[in-house]
C-alpha cells in the first residue's frame, strides 16, 4: 500500500509520540534516521536514542537541549508528546510501513540517477547494471528484522533446533542437505543451513567433480540446487552429469567416442531423462560478480525454492564493488557469500584455487593456509574441505585414491576423510562406500555409477551397514 506524503509524515509523528511517551521502544527499535522523511523527525529520533544512549532519562526539556532551536522545538516536541496518540502495540506495523516508503524511495532514487547516466552517455552500461542489482540486494536485505534477543529466547529456539534435528534422524529426514559421500552426511551431517563451505584443491584435484557429486545427490534427495558457474559452460555440466549417471567415461562424451552397439546411447537418453527432471538450476555466466549471484539466488529462492548454492569458483568471481587489491576483493567476496547463506537460510558451497606452494613441498598435501589470495576465505568459511590426490602428482601412484582434508570445521572436530575418486566418471565415494558395492557385486560401470546416484535411502542403507 502506497501512502501520501502527508500520511507519512503524520504516521512519523505518531512512532515519535510513541518514543516520547515508551523510552524503551525507541531503545528496541530498528528504525533507523534515513527511514524517515521529515529532517525533523530524522534528528529527534538520533537525539533520542542519543539521550537514552548516555543512560539519561527521556525528558523533553534535555531532548529540546540537545536538538537545538529553543523554544520553537519545545513546543514541537510537547506537541508529539501531547497529542500524538498512537498504541504502543501498533508500533510494529507504522514501523513497517516506514520501511516499506524508505525502500521504494531508495530504489527510485537509484533508478532515475542511472537512466540519467545512461541518458548522457557517461555510464558504463555493466557498472550501472550491477550497481543496480547491489542497491536491490541491499534494500532487500534491509528488513529492519531485530536479531537482538534475550537468553530465554536464544535458548527456546536452539532448543527446537536440537529437537527438529532429533525428530528428523528419527524420520529418516534431515534439514540439512546430503552430499552422497556417507563419511560427510554422516559424522558432519551434511551440508548445514546458513553454512559457508570452502572445497579447496589445486588444479585437476577434483574439485568441480566432488560439487557436481554433491549437488546431483541432494537434487536426488528433492533439494533444489543452484550453480553458478564461471569455468564451465552448462553442456560440460551436463556431460559430466551423463557421465556420473551412465558409467561412459567423460573423456569420450566429450569427443564423441561412442558405440551404439553397446548400448551408449540408450543410456545416454535414459540418463538425460533422469537428470532432467531434477531440481537443477544452473547459471554459466562467465564474468560473475557478487551482485549477480545474490539477485539470481534470490529470485530462485523466492518463485521456486532453493536449498544451496554452489559457486565454481571463488576466486574468479568480483565483488559488488571494487576493492584496492586483488586480496581485498577475494576477501570481500567470502564476505559477501556467507552473508548470502545467512541471508537465505541455506548452505553455499564455494571451490577455490590453492596457491602453488603445497605443490613444491615433499608433503604435498595442502592445508588452509594455501588457500590462494586471502586469509579471509578461511576466516569467513565454516567448514574448509581441502582434496588431495597423490596421482596428481605421481604418476605411479593409484588414480583412484583420495583424501577429503577436513582442515576447519566450525560446527566440530576435523578429519582426514579416504575416499575415492573414479576419473573416468568424475566421480566421489567414500572408500566404505566402493567396497560395499563390490561386496553388492557392481562391477560394470553403468550399474555402479547408477546405485552411486541413486536414491538416499539406499545410500544411508550402506552408512546403517558400515556404522554396523
Same mark, same amino acid.
Given at each position: 500500500m502506497i501512502f501520501a506524503k502527508e500520511q507519512l509524515r503524520r504516521i512519523e509523528r505518531v512512532v515519535l509520540g510513541i518514543f516520547l511517551r515508551h523510552p524503551e521502544s525507541a531503545l528496541a527499535t530498528t528504525l533507523r534516521g /534515513?527511514?524517515?522523511?521529515?529532517?525533523?523527525?530524522r534528528r529527534t529520533l538520533q537525539a533520542i536514542r542519543d539521550l537514552l544512549a548516555s543512560g539519561e532519562a527521556l525528558d523533553i526539556e534535555r531532548l529540546a537541549e540537545r536538538l537545538g532551536g529553543g523554544d520553537a522545538t519545545l513546543g514541537r516536541l510537547a506537541d508529539l508528546w501531547r497529542n500524538e496518540s498512537g498504541a504502543l502495540d501498533n508500533l510494529g506495523w507504522y514501523e513497517n510501513i516506514l520501511r516499506e516508503d524508505y525502500k521504494r524511495e531508495a530504489f527510485l532514487r537509484t533508478l532515475r540517477a542511472s537512466l540519467l547516466a545512461l541518458e548522457g552517455g557517461g555510464g558504463d552500461v555493466e557498472e550501472l547494471r550491477s550497481g543496480l542489482i547491489t542497491e536491490l540486494a541491499r534494500l532487500d536485505a534491509d528488513g529492519g528484522q531485530d536479531r537482538a534477543c534475550t537468553a530465554e529466547q536464544?535458548?527456546? /529456539?536452539?532448543?527446537?533446533?536440537?529437537?527438529?534435528?532429533?525428530q528428523s534422524k528419527r524420520s529418516g529426514t534431515t534439514p540439512c542437505v546430503p552430499t552422497g559421500i556417507s563419511k560427510i552426511d554422516g559424522p558432519f551431517?551434511?551440508?548445514h543451513p546458513t553454512d559457508l563451505?570452502?572445497?579447496g584443491g589445486r588444479p585437476g584435484t577434483g574439485k568441480t567433480a566432488l560439487m557436481l557429486s554433491m549437488a546431483a545427490t541432494a537434487a536426488r534427495a528433492g533439494r533444489k540446487v543452484g550453480i553458478f558457474s564461471s569455468e564451465m559452460d552448462r553442456t560440460q555440466i551436463g556431460q559430466r552429469l551423463v557421465a556420473m549417471q551412465t558409467g561412459i567415461p567423460a573423456s569420450d562424451l566429450r569427443v564423441g567416442n561412442l558405440d551404439d552397439a553397446s548400448g551408449d546411447f540408450k543410456r545416454?537418453?535414459?540418463a538425460s531423462s533422469a537428470l532432467a527432471a531434477l531440481p537443477f538450476l544452473v547459471d554459466d555466466t562467465p564474468s560473475l560478480t557478487m551482485s549477480h549471484i545474490a539477485l539470481r539466488s534470490r529470485f530462485w529462492q523466492a518463485s521456486q525454492g532453493l536449498d544451496a548454492v554452489?559457486?565454481?569458483?571463488?576466486?574468479?568471481?568480483?565483488?559488488?564493488?571494487?576493492?584496492e587489491t586483488r586480496t581485498l576483493e577475494v576477501g570481500q567476496v567470502a564476505i559477501e557469500l556467507k552473508n548470502l547463506a545467512r541471508t537465505?537460510?541455506?548452505p553455499v558451497v564455494a571451490l577455490a584455487q590453492l596457491n602453488r606452494q603445497s605443490a613444491e613441498r615433499i608433503d604435498k598435501r595442502p592445508h588452509i593456509g594455501d588457500l590462494r589470495d586471502s586469509g579471509m576465505i578461511e576466516q569467513e568459511a565454516d567448514q574448509v574441505f581441502l582434496l588431495y590426490r597423490e596421482s596428481?602428482?605421481?604418476?605411479?601412484a593409484d588414480p583412484r585414491s583420495a583424501e577429503i582434508i577436513v582442515d576447519k570445521n566450525r560446527h566440530g572436530s576435523c578429519a582426514v576423510l579416504k575416499c575415492e575418486f573414479d576419473p573416468e566418471r568424475m566421480l566421489w565415494r567414500s572408500e566404505s562406500e566402493s567396497a560395499a558395492l563390490a561386496r553388492r557385486g557392481a562391477d560394470d560401470g553403468a550399474a555402479s555409477a547408477a546405485r552411486w546416484i541413486g536414491t538416499w535411502d539406499w545410500r544411508q542403507a550402506i552408512c546403517e551397514e558400515d556404522a554396523g
Open positions: /534515513e527511514h524517515f522523511r521529515g529532517p525533523f523527525h536464544m535458548m527456546r /529456539e536452539t532448543i527446537e533446533s536440537i529437537e527438529a534435528a532429533y551431517g551434511g551440508l563451505i570452502v572445497i545416454i537418453a535414459s554452489f559457486v565454481d569458483y571463488l576466486q574468479r568471481v568480483q565483488p559488488s564493488r571494487q576493492k537465505l537460510g541455506i596428481v602428482y605421481d604418476a605411479n
